[in-house]
């Protein structure tokens, strides 16, 4: 018992030759292979390993073939127990024949030293009476059989025939569990052939070979017509499931030299690839991952043990979930760590360079090792978890790439309003060339950036952000245009005050009946030239039709308006009541010749007096109202003009009245003032000259 427990290595310490109890006496699969196939270096052998078991009585030298066939390290019974065992109960032959069955109490499993080939033993305690528990023999043979490759039958020349002898009752039933669980499987080709390798131990030579190979043979077909067979199997034979195979070995101590060099040929025949009588064929392989193998076989023992009547591909697919689900999640949590990594960056709000890049290599990464590993199983299977890993891969991507647009977007847009700015600076720009660039600029770096940050497969699409990327962007550059326009507009009229100052002092110095015409005219000439200079410019700006209205509206009405301020500069009460004062000086204090008059006493002041004052006096309704003599001239500003730089209310034909009537008579009577002054220094020099 305590050489069944635990792993014992024979003196071998080597992790490849470490032995594993794969079912114990409990009938319980070990949660354990797994790890013993990495140890053993066979994990990612992918189909490149091969499985072989033993079937047999006990004690005849099974463990002993697999050590030296494979180099495995399962226990031998030493002799003296052996013969204490069978040989010391000095049994009849038929006794003997029949407590050949073992009791199996577990089985082993070891790698074959330096060879990808996976061996199972079979271990037992010593033969019982028959009947006991045929249970667990059964179900190991059974076992071994459905998950091996080659099941090698180990047997004594002289059980050859001995139909009732144990062996070949067992293999009868076990033909039929077979044939119940797996003979469905194996017809539609899912479940591949196995190959039966009897070996004769112990060939003494008497009976030659091919008289035993017919006779396994016979008893063989007999076993297999008599089967219970499912109906729908009835007519299966033998052949269609297995392919038969014999040796034989001489006698271990009676011709020891010959037994070593025969069980070395026998060595050849699993080793040589390109020997004629290789007997890995491809056709037997289960075609079951390495790494897959230990939860392929628990299934099949949970099968074999429930004897539940199960389909194989099922039984595939079961373990192609298993281990597609744990390949999966692997590939899914590296990918994760990676992506991981520049999670925080994007959410922080930055465009992270070749990201786009670094997505596909995490992406791709992850596919190849779900390929490399999950590829093997049941295509159904991988194919669907991989779609659905593609899925998750992808919606971790996601967020990553719309984080990256938005970033971009952000980025973009502060990148153009800072190179309208600063390519607005100075004065020598061309402001349409200035926001054409930045706009180019714009679209070409997000176009770019955002295309890299794709990832082939995916649905993910940039352009819809391009355009309101675009529509953002537009609107900067029509505020900026709008400012432009403002300080063009502001320009100019500022440019027009100076132009419009000396022309109209000069026409309102000299009060003449058409005084306001050269006003007009001046004005008018002024106002076209700053129009034509707005409407050049806004050409070069690409401003609307819609923008040019508002702002030749605005333009006139501020060039109106400061033509005004300046008319009631030239008509403030000091400056007008000069220009009145003037007018009458020389028309009461010069004569007709301008030279300066000396009043006399017969001289008719009165007069002389009335008539300068009233010809003043005639100025200032001239002055009142911005009239001119040739209607043509006249000015009119509609006053639904909407100015969108200015909120004041303005009243067109209210600005033609310069002086309103209140003010008119005030203004007279102020002059009035001023010139009765004059008359009354005017007597008073004749009455000094009489004085004289
Ligand atoms: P197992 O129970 O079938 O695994 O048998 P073992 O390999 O443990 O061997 C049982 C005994 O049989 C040991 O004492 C071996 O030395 C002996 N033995 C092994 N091979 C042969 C053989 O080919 N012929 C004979 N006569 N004895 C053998
Ligand atoms: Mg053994």
Redesign the pocket.
């Known amino acids: 018992k305590a050489l069944a427990n635990g792993h014992l290595t024979n003196g071998i310490s080597s992790a490849s030759t470490e032995r594993i109890q794969i079912i114990n006496d409990e009938k319980a699969f070990t949660p354990d292979l797994t790890t013993q196939i990495e140890r053993w270096g066979l994990r990612d052998a992918g189909f490149n390993y091969n499985l072989v078991a033993v079937f047999?009585s006990?004690?005849?030298?099974?463990?002993?073939?697999l050590n030296k066939l494979f180099g495995t390290t399962?226990?031998?019974?030493?002799?003296t127990r052996?013969q204490q065992t069978t040989k010391g109960k000095n049994l009849s032959f038929r006794e003997a024949c029949e407590i050949v069955l073992t009791e199996i109490t577990g089985i082993w499993m070891c790698r074959g030293k330096d060879m990808n080939v996976m061996v199972m033993?079979v271990e037992?305690t010593d033969g019982r009476e028959r009947g006991e528990d045929q249970d667990f023999e059964r179900k190991s043979a059974l076992f071994s059989l459905a998950s091996s490759e080659i099941l090698i039958v180990?047997l004594w020349e002289h059980q050859v025939g001995l139909y009732q002898g144990a062996n070949m009752g067992l293999l009868k039933t076990v033909f039929e569990v077979n044939l119940g669980l797996f003979g469905k499987a194996a017809l539609s080709g899912t479940h591949s052939r196995t190959l039966l390798l009897f070996v004769i131990?112990?060939h003494i030579g008497q009976t030659p070979m091919a008289n035993l190979q017919t006779t396994l043979t016979a008893d063989l077909t007999r076993i297999w017509e008599n089967l219970a067979k499912p109906t729908e199997l009835q007519d299966r034979k033998l052949t269609d499931y297995f392919d038969l195979a014999f040796t034989a070995?001489p006698?271990?101590?009676l011709s020891a030299d010959k037994?070593e060099s025969e069980v070395i040929n026998l060595r050849t025949r699993f080793v040589n690839k390109s020997s004629e009588d290789y007997l890995f064929k491809p056709a037997y392989h289960k075609r079951i991952p390495a790494d897959g193998v230990a939860f392929y076989m628990e299934g099949i023992w949970d099968q074999v043990q429930t004897n539940k009547d199960l389909d194989l591909p099922t039984q595939q697919e079961l373990l192609a979930q298993f281990r597609c689900d744990e390949i999966s999640s692997v590939a899914l949590s590296e990918f994760n760590e990676q992506a991981k990594s520049q999670k925080r960056p994007v959410e922080s709000g930055r465009v992270v360079e070749g990201l786009g890049a670094m997505m596909r290599n995490w992406r791709t990464d992850a596919l190849t090792r779900y390929d490399r590993d999950a590829s093997r199983y049941h295509k159904g299977v991988y194919g669907r978890k991989r779609a659905e890993l593609l899925a998750s891969l992808d919606t971790t991507l996601s967020p990553l790439f719309l984080g990256q647009l938005k970033n971009l977007h952000k980025t973009c847009l502060v990148a153009f309003k800072k190179e309208i700015l600063d390519g607005l600076r100075g004065d020598s720009y061309n402001f349409a060339e200035v926001v054409y660039k930045a706009q180019g600029r714009c679209v070409e770096v997000f176009s770019e950036t955002a295309q890299e940050a794709l990832v082939q497969g995916t649905e993910w699409a940039w352009e819809d952000e391009l355009e309101s990327l675009k529509e953002e962007v537009r609107a900067v550059a029509d505020q900026c245009r709008q400012d432009e326009t403002k300080k063009m507009v502001n320009l100019i009229e500022k440019n027009f005050k100076k132009l419009i100052s000396e022309p109209v002092d000069l026409a309102l110095n000299k009060a003449k009946p058409d005084m306001w015409d050269s006003v007009l005219r001046t004005f008018k000439e002024i106002l076209e030239k700053s129009e034509t200079t707005y409407l050049a410019k806004a050409t070069s700006f690409n401003c609307t039709e819609e923008e040019n209205i508002t702002s030749l509206a605005a333009l006139r009405k501020r060039a109106w308006l400061a033509l005004r301020a300046k008319i009631d500069e030239q008509t403030a009460d000091p400056a007008i009541l000069g220009k009145l004062r003037a007018h009458f000086e020389e028309r009461f204090r010069y004569d007709e010749h301008g030279v300066p008059r000396v009043w006399k006493p017969e001289d008719d002041i009165d007069s002389a007096f009335k008539k300068a004052k009233d010809e003043t006096l005639e100025l200032v309704p001239l002055y009142s109202k911005i009239s001119p003599v040739d209607s043509t001239l006249e000015y009119t500003l509609p006053s639904e003009a909407t100015d969108t730089l200015s909120s004041e209310e303005f009243d067109f034909p209210a600005t033609l009245i310069v002086f309103t009537e209140t003010k008119t008579l005030e203004l007279t009577s102020k002059f009035r003032r001023d010139a009765d002054a004059y008359y009354v220094e005017a007597k008073r020099s004749t009455v000094a000259s009489i004085a004289q």
Do not use: A, C, P, Y
């Open positions: 047999g006990q004690s005849t030298g099974k463990s002993t073939l399962f226990d031998v019974m030493d002799e052996r033993d037992g180990n131990r112990d070995l006698h271990k101590i037994f």
